[in-house]
């Protein structure tokens, strides 16, 4: 925001999967300093991301699974002159089972939306991202990309598969000032930790050198790092936020 508070002048940033944990407290972090879109894939989810960011930003159904949806979504934010020079990808899913048992469908989805999707929603910014010389391109990851993690060989390789992505995308558009990077969020308390009981909280967070389990505003403040002029001359990285559960 320029002196004179105009919200014109400030950059746009996207946050795909904004609705509700990592997502919408990363938006939260990002409303004093960005006009913020935040996306829900239901009307009443982009409502309410409206609602929370009032004068900082608004909300946008956003399907990273559906060609049409996203190019419905880029064609209106480029006719308000609203294209992002921030983009996080934060969306994605889980639909766990041990290979053995696991049906095409549970597989396809997961790589379809967590993977394909961001190429769905990478590629629609790049072109006005490289006319401006700057940009910022942060892919939220997990921890269990590298770790692994039985039951969710669909969602490690989307994970893993993102991690690579990132690297490969920061050589390409280096050079025009645009950074690309990921974070890797461990066992963060979200709604869906919210669920475990003491003591599957406890074994959790015993596997954790910092002997707990990590916020929301802790991934937040790691994304808004690599979105800041601070992070420019960081790229292709992942940054791991787990508390010492992986080191490497």
Same mark, same amino acid.
């Given at each position: 925001m320029n002196e004179d508070g105009n919200l014109s002048d400030r950059k746009v940033a996207l946050v795909?999967?904004?609705?509700?944990?990592?997502?919408? #407290?990363?938006? !939260? /972090?990002? #409303?004093?300093?960005?006009?913020? *879109?935040? %996306?829900?894939t239901s009307q009443a989810g982009a409502a309410a991301i409206g609602d929370t960011l009032a004068d900082n930003g608004e909300g946008a159904v956003l399907r990273?699974? $559906?060609?049409?949806?996203?190019?419905?979504l880029f064609k209106s934010l480029k006719d308000q002159d609203r294209m992002p020079s921030v983009l996080i990808n934060n969306a994605g899913i889980t639909s766990d089972n041990l290979l053995l048992r696991m049906k095409p469908e549970e597989w396809q989805s997961v790589i379809n939306t967590n993977l394909t999707g961001l190429y769905r929603v990478v590629k629609p910014v790049l072109r006005g @991202?490289?006319?401006?010389?700057?940009?910022? *391109? *942060?892919?939220?990851?997990?921890? +269990? /990309?590298?770790?692994? =993690?039985?039951? !969710?060989? =669909?969602?490690v390789a989307s994970k893993s598969g993102i991690e690579g992505f990132t690297r490969s995308l920061a !050589?390409? +558009?280096?050079?025009?000032?645009? %950074?690309? =990077? /990921?974070? #890797?969020?461990?066992?963060?308390?979200? $709604? @869906? %930790? #919210?669920q475990l009981d003491d003591a599957q909280v406890e074994l959790m967070s015993s596997r954790i050198p910092l002997g707990t389990l990590g916020r929301v505003e802790d991934v937040a403040a790691a994304v808004l790092f690599l979105a800041s002029d601070a992070a420019g001359y960081i790229t292709g990285e992942t940054l791991n936020v787990n508390g010492g559960l992986y080191m490497g």
């Open positions: 795909s999967g904004a609705s509700r944990g990592i997502g919408a #407290a990363i938006i !939260q /972090a990002l #409303a004093p300093d960005y006009f913020v *879109i935040g %996306t829900a990273v699974d $559906d060609d049409a949806s996203v190019e419905m @991202m490289m006319k401006a010389r700057w940009g910022r *391109i *942060i892919n939220v990851s997990s921890v +269990v /990309a590298r770790m692994g =993690n039985p039951g !969710q060989s =669909n969602y !050589q390409e +558009v280096g050079s025009r000032g645009i %950074t690309v =990077n /990921a974070v #890797a969020p461990g066992f963060i308390d979200t $709604d @869906m %930790t #919210a």
